[in-house]
């Protein structure tokens, strides 16, 4: 065997048997800048021409053979690592996912999200106002006249006074949003306004800002019955409960003749509130016929449209339905109770489902 041939067997033996690390040392020991196959190489200039020729060409076939083999070599021992990690970290697919962390919907959200879904399936539609609103459409077009002492009544937060002598103001309650709309939109109109409400109030049952849902219906031969129905209707769909006794307490509001207190039954023990039948009764709204001359303040004939209006406080709605016994609480942003009182957010009812289950 030539010494050539021999150094070829050699080094196809060692390839064929090196892992990736002695594979490396293999190609610099035979094809490096010092290499064995290179010195030879270096060695041809020295030959007699004849010989050159044929010696060149078995060095470079011998080259060629050894780099093929290297190459081959490490792709299959790189080819056998991944596999091996492969068969070694397959997903577990079988393992419990980790729990993901999940926010959750106020309750003071959640209710509202109740109460527009029970009124859109009636028919209604929503509305929304600015909450900083100005003395007419607050009070003044609402029938509630400057000297009136139902403005003392509201406890107003006013913002200073503008150049112009105006006085913005917080609104009091979602009613300026009626105003609003009968000025914009012709009759007949059938809308609900849930939005924030301020009052200069602080105690446990008291908040200086609330949320209210306003109603309002105006047509042609709307009356007294379609009120009640409507608020029937909706006192016993919030509760879940169809045979939740329902009253309508006379009252006063100077936006609305009749006006009218709407009370719940419930039954109040040591153990607490409970909601439907019983001795007692608890206030939950009130509501009225549109006074004709709010009609009339905002561009509406009263000899041919009438209507109804109703205003819903949220929260009191929301702490009777969910058992929750400070009203401060809602605004205390305090995660372990926003865990307890809260809502996942797949369970928040929506116009086309209802309430759900
Ligand atoms: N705006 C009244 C309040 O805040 C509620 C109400 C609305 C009463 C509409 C009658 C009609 O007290």
């Not at 610099?28 to 064995?36: D, M, N, P, Q, V």
């Not at 002492?149 to 309650?173: C, I, K, M, N």
């Not at 200069?200 to 306003?214: L, V």
Request: glycine share 10%.
């Amino acid at each position: 065997m030539s010494d050539l041939e021999q150094l070829r067997t050699d080094l196809l033996a060692r390839i064929g048997a090196a892992d990736l690390d002695a594979l490396e040392g293999l190609r610099i020991e035979a094809l490096g800048r010092k290499g064995s196959i290179t010195e030879l190489m270096k060695g041809l200039g020295g030959l007699a021409a004849g010989e050159r020729k044929a010696a060149g060409q078995a060095l470079n076939a011998l080259k060629a053979v050894v780099a093929c083999a290297i190459d081959t070599r490490r792709a299959t021992l790189e080819c056998a690592v991944l596999e091996s990690r492969l068969a070694e970290q397959r997903i577990d697919l079988t393992l419990p996912v980790r729990p993901l962390a999940q926010g959750r919907i106020h309750p003071i959200s959640q209710t509202i999200e109740e109460m527009v879904a029970i009124f859109c399936q009636m028919g209604f539609s929503v509305a929304e106002g600015p909450d900083i609103e100005d003395d007419f459409h607050n009070f003044t077009a609402l029938n509630i006249p400057p000297e009136h002492p139902a403005r003392q009544d509201h406890d107003t937060f006013y913002f200073p006074e503008r150049a112009d002598g105006a006085r913005p103001l917080l609104r009091t309650h979602t009613s300026p949003v009626q105003i609003r709309t009968m000025q914009t939109q012709p009759p007949p109109l059938r809308i609900i306004v849930p939005g924030r409400t301020y009052r200069a109030d602080h105690d446990a049952t008291h908040s200086p800002m609330f949320h209210q849902i306003e109603g309002l219906a105006i047509d042609e031969t709307t009356h007294m019955g379609h009120l009640k129905g409507c608020l029937i209707e909706f006192c016993r769909a919030i509760f879940g409960l169809d045979d939740l006794p329902v009253r309508f307490r006379p009252s006063y509001f100077p936006f609305t003749e009749p006006s009218a207190e709407v009370d719940i039954g419930c039954a109040r023990s040591a153990d607490g509130l409970a909601i439907g039948a019983g001795g007692d009764w608890m206030e939950i709204l009130g509501c009225g016929m549109v006074h004709p001359k709010v009609l009339e303040n905002c561009g509406i004939d009263s000899t041919r449209y009438q209507g109804f209006a109703f205003g819903v406080g949220v929260e009191r709605v929301a702490m009777l339905k969910y058992g929750i016994p400070d009203l401060r609480t809602f605004y205390e942003s305090d995660l372990r109770w926003l865990r307890h009182y809260g809502f996942l957010p797949l369970d928040v009812p929506n116009v086309a489902t209802g309430l759900g289950a």
